[in-house]
């Protein structure tokens, strides 16, 4: 009886110090198949976090044994991946756009007018603004005229932008407002004009001559919609976003809603090179948050290939006279490298055509030393010569890439490229170079699920499943690189894969759960995805209703 109670009472005190042990965090995932895309590519089921941060990350046996929770979020086998990170867009920008009219889709010059006409009818405003047309889409191919519009906004003025960004149409109300006459001139931009007089179009930096008279929102404004774009990114599973382009005030408007904690995306900022941004931000060095990286700069050698604004080092195949747009002049562009590299920045630069990527890889060689770690970036790096392909490995040149552009310009790129269009969207061929790349979808210009990324990087199609064989397959990326690039590479591609994009003992818990394994499904299945729950810092910011 005595040996009885001493083992009773042994046994008793091993649970109690079974139980002891166990730590408290403050919620356990559980059940889950888990994509930890950690250096091995490997897999569990269980995931501890504690104060935003992941504890560990086990089979179910394993995180029961050695943690606790009163939240524990069992998922039945569902699909957890890191948070998706979009490595270039446009975040604030989309945002903004929100309220204007979208055009895309639109099949014709007079439906995009029509769109304007209706939408002005429920929601008047001061300015007719709206963007997403794209003439490539259409049976007559050519740029519009603004006729139509003069016809229907006569005394209101009109600016829409191409779907690209970097064309637009403005009405003759507008084109007054802003001067332009058939003799203005424009450095890094063109007038288009069709029998001496401007047609409403402008192409780049054009552009900013009416744009500068539009009245801008206001802080208030600003933050509504950060807070908009916020929610709609969040329920396509984004935990992250590079926003390409910012100036200081926006960027400190992010930082003062993210420590109010309203702003919860983790944002890595691209700054404008703008005497501002250099005084607040550049001149002091890095500035880092746990959810603002700011050590970027983002500058733009070229205009886009739909707008024949890509700067080529062969004239465009279907304008034989026609190289592109430089948009900004070498020596400045040179001097914003000087400037970043004095002070640990890296430079993002817009890179379209081939003619502007060896223009950049030229600039960066004089600054990068080889073997270096500084990540500068060509962002698109759509059209590449080949003879430059080894130079991103050289200078450790980052390809920021955008699958999805593949997809969109496919039927139209090879009337401008002929035969170049071979080696444009070489996205292996790019990822082989470094043996990485960050993808991103640069929305708005195009959707802002990342999914339709991933369905693109790997299968070269559009949601339509077109073309049936795939675009350029040769430069298709496995389900592995396509993960890798929305989540660790593009944490890597602005410094942070110590603190983000895999799942992993240490690292922020960011997290995606979907209905679907990415890495199994049919490659239609996987844009179809249905997002269950998006989690940032241990915390459900998205659920689906």
């Known amino acids: 009886m005595k040996t009885h109670s001493i083992i009773l009472i042994f046994t008793t005190s091993m649970i109690a110090m079974a139980c002891t042990k166990r730590q408290n ?115 007559s191919k050519e740029f519009p005229t603004n006729e139509l519009l003069n016809k229907m906004f006569p005394d209101k003025p009109v600016f829409i932008v191409r779907i690209d960004g970097h064309a637009a149409i403005a009405n003759a109300k507008a084109l007054e407002i802003a001067g332009i006459t058939k003799n203005t001139k424009v450095s890094g931009g063109e ?26 929102p206001g802080i208030d404004e600003k933050a509504r ?10 329920a396509v599973g984004l935990t992250g976003v590079h926003d390409a382009g910012l100036d200081a005030d926006e960027v400190k408007l992010i930082d003062s809603l993210q420590m109010a904690g309203t702003l919860k995306m ?16 550049i001149s002091k060095g890095v500035y880092q948050t746990d959810r603002l990286t700011v050590r970027s700069i983002k500058i733009y050698a070229d205009g886009a290939l739909g707008s024949r604004g890509a700067l080529l080092l062969k004239p465009y195949s279907d304008s034989p006279k026609n190289f ?22 890296q430079v993002c630069t817009h890179c379209i055509g081939d003619a502007a990527v060896r223009l950049m890889l030229d600039l960066y060689s004089k600054y990068l030393p080889k073997g270096n770690d500084l990540r500068w970036r060509i962002e698109h790096s759509q059209v590449v010569d080949p003879a430059d392909l080894p130079r991103y490995d050289e200078y450790n040149v980052i390809p920021s890439v955008q699958t999805t552009h593949a997809t969109s310009d496919m039927f139209w790129a090879g009337n401008r490229l002929g035969e170049r269009i071979k080696y444009a969207y070489a996205y292996k061929s790019l990822l082989n170079q470094n043996g990485w790349l960050p993808n991103g979808s ?7 699920n990342p999914l339709y990324g991933f369905y693109a990087a790997v299968a070269r199609k559009n949601i339509n499943g077109e073309p049936q064989s795939g675009f350029q397959m040769e430069n298709a990326l496995t389900r592995e690189q396509a993960l890798r690039a929305m989540t660790i590479w593009a944490a890597k591609s602005c410094f942070e894969e110590n603190a983000k994009g895999s799942i992993e003992p240490g690292k922020l818990a960011d997290f995606v759960v979907l209905d679907t394994d990415l890495v199994s499904c049919e490659p239609s299945e996987s ?12 915390e459900i910011v998205y659920k689906q209703p």
């Not at 069709?194 to 539009?214: C, F, S």
């Open 225 to 234: 919609v950060l807070l908009n774009a916020q929610k709609n990114c969040f």
């Open 191 to 216: 007038i288009v004009l069709r029998d001496g007089n401007p047609t409403g179009v402008l192409v780049d930096n054009a552009m900013e001559l009416v744009r500068k008279h539009i009245p801008t």
């Open 25 to 139: 965090v403050d919620i356990i995932i559980t059940n889950a198949t888990v994509y930890t895309v950690d250096s091995a590519f490997s897999k569990a089921q269980s995931i501890a976090v504690r104060q935003g941060k992941i504890v560990a990350v086990g089979s179910n046996e394993e995180i029961e044994a050695a943690y606790q929770s009163d939240s524990v979020l069992d998922l039945s086998g569902k699909f957890v991946y890191p948070g998706f990170i979009d490595a270039h867009c446009h975040f604030l920008g989309y945002g903004l756009n929100l309220p204007k009219d979208w055009l895309a889709g639109a099949e014709t010059w007079n439906e995009v007018v029509n769109r304007l006409v209706e939408n002005q009818k429920q929601y008047p405003t001061e300015w007719v603004e709206g963007r997403g047309w794209n003439q490539n889409e259409w049976e």
């Open 442 to 448: 640069d929305f708005p210009i195009e959707d802002i």
């Open 527 to 538: 844009f179809k995805a249905r997002v269950l729950l998006t989690i940032i810092n241990g």
């Open 266 to 281: 983790r944002i890595n900022a691209m700054l404008n090179p703008t005497p501002q941004n250099y005084e607040n931000y």
């Open 324 to 345: 592109g747009i430089q948009v900004e002049a070498t020596e400045k562009l040179d001097s914003v490298c000087a400037m970043a590299y004095k002070h640990g920045y």
